[in-house]
């Protein structure tokens, strides 16, 4: 019996293929949830045999797994690696390749190019696959992976696009954003859409504004070179941020289905309205500068917030705030939608601060998973005062008996399946490049506000303080902060 599925690693010997896919693809085989007839081939430069690529990859899933690593499993799992050599440049090795697939696979067998190299092989891996007619659906199904940066700017994914067409149809696409593949990020749209009591009231009349944070306490590693050309806008809004706000924000889809559910995605990045660089921050920490990969001289931001409007029925003039940035206070990716105040309470009480809102749901995405919501309690025993309370969901309470997966397990199984529904299309891209370009434009202008340099540990700069502070707000994080 041939193999009915390849799944066809470029780039098979860099980190992501240890530290994420293959750790992934254990994850579903142990699952079941990986046909038994199906093998991965690594692909990639070093002169490694199958049985040493096999050994690496043991060793990266057995740390990736800890206690739960399983020998057995493993036997049976690396008895579909392969490895072949070979290198991204020639165009003749893709015809190895080709003829290393044909001898294992049954004539109707299915094919996932996942391409994991740096941004510059994209191109000549997409025109080889291309020319050894590797992409065309005759039997089974070929479909790509690709994986983020897509493209530099609008120009660069505009040309990117037009090799990735060149090669493969859009339906065949499957471009990365991990965000997409993570629970609590699925989990927006259930929250949002499965419950009644939240429509009414998601929208300008009853929403103040909305947060976006996604604060990483790490630093840029050992990743300053890559980090250094691309900087936070690219590296994390273009992409992460942005899917975030089209969730938070797209009316409700009429099925859950790739393209319903992306067309909806698409109207709120059109709608959003021309950004005003004066409701842009942009920070560096201290010590960026002296990273390895980092030029000394760097002006490369590490911290971004933006504000926003999406000019639509729904979300008139009903702020954005966007904030990402490496070495801050701590890890967390939250969406925070603060509501409207009441028009009055009882004439007797003091009229609480803007500043000190009385509604506030926090969608916890990292990694305290779950949800909060703040409201107004009156302390019992008193006369008439209020405090501010928390309700709770756990991720960790409700779903004890299931962990949550690695977003790339969910995304790995997706394009497997055929469902690009978590996966970002062709006018996504192009519009989040849209609004990061003109930023980006901005911040080269005299006008622009300065680049403030913030110190590790902290919440960021100052002056994205002031942004929200101008207006009488305040950044918030809830997550985290229950115990
Ligand atoms: C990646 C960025 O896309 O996302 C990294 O390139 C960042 O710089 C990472 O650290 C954050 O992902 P997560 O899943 O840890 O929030």
Redesign the pocket.
């Known amino acids: 019996m041939g193999v009915s599925t390849s799944i066809v690693i470029f780039g098979a010997s860099g980190d992501l293929t240890s530290r994420k896919l293959l750790p992934a693809l254990y994850h579903l085989t142990l699952k079941k949830r990986l046909s038994a007839d199906s093998q991965i081939i690594g692909f990639a430069r070093r002169p490694y045999s199958h049985e040493e690529f096999r050994r690496l990859m043991r060793e990266a899933v057995a740390k990736a797994q800890g206690a739960a690593f399983d020998l057995g499993l493993w036997d049976e799992f690396a008895a579909r690696i392969w490895y072949v050599q070979g290198d991204l440049d020639t165009e003749e090795d893709f015809g190895a390749l080709d003829s290393f697939l044909n001898e294992r696979e049954t004539d109707d067998a299915n094919r996932l190019y996942y391409l994991a190299t740096a941004p510059s092989y994209y191109d000549p891996v997409l025109l080889h696959l291309a020319a050894h007619d590797m992409t065309t659906e005759q039997g089974g199904w070929r479909r790509v992976v690709i994986e983020?940066p897509f493209g530099v700017d609008s120009l660069s994914a505009a040309a990117l696009n037009r090799v990735v067409h060149g090669a493969f149809q859009e339906h065949q696409v499957y471009r990365i954003d991990?965000y997409l593949g993570k629970e609590t990020v699925q989990n927006i749209c259930y929250f949002r859409f499965a419950n009644t009591i939240l429509e009414p009231v998601w929208n300008r009349n009853y929403i103040d504004h909305v947060q976006i944070t996604?604060a990483?306490s790490?630093d840029v590693e050992h990743r300053g070179g890559y980090y250094d050309t691309a900087g936070v806008l690219r590296?994390?809004f273009q992409?992460?941020l942005l899917q975030l706000l089209t969730l938070t924000a797209m009316e409700p889809p009429s099925s859950m289905e790739a393209t319903t559910l992306r067309n909806e995605k698409v109207k709120v990045l059109s709608a959003l309205r021309p950004i005003a660089i004066r409701d842009t921050v942009r920070g560096q920490y201290q010590g960026y500068r002296e990273a390895p990969g980092v030029s000394p001289a760097s002006d490369t931001p590490t911290y971004a917030a933006l504000k926003l409007y999406v000019d639509n029925w729904r979300w008139q003039d009903v702020p954005f705030y966007l904030r990402s940035g490496k070495a801050l206070a701590r890890k967390a990716?939250e969406i925070v939608v603060q509501f409207r105040r009441p028009p009055r309470l009882f004439e007797e009480l003091p009229r609480a601060r803007r500043s000190d809102p009385p509604n506030i749901l926090s969608l916890c995405i990292?990694p305290d998973e779950g949800i909060h919501l703040q409201f107004q309690a009156k302390v019992p025993d008193s006369l008439s005062e209020m405090r501010h309370v928390d309700m709770t969901f756990h991720y960790a309470d409700s779903f004890d008996d299931r962990a949550i997966p690695e977003a790339y397990e969910r995304l790995l199984m997706d394009a497997l399946g055929g469902d690009a529904s978590l996966f970002t299309r062709e006018d996504e891209v192009m519009l989040s490049w849209r609004l990061i370009d003109s930023v980006l434009q901005g911040w080269q202008m005299a006008d622009a506000p300065p680049l403030a340099t913030y110190v590790k540990g902290s919440w960021g700069p100052d002056a994205a303080d002031a942004l929200l502070a101008g207006e009488d707000r305040v950044w918030r994080v809830a997550c985290g902060d229950h115990d």
Do not use: G, R, T
């Open positions: 983020k991990h996604v990483e790490v590296d994390m992409n992460h990716s990292q």
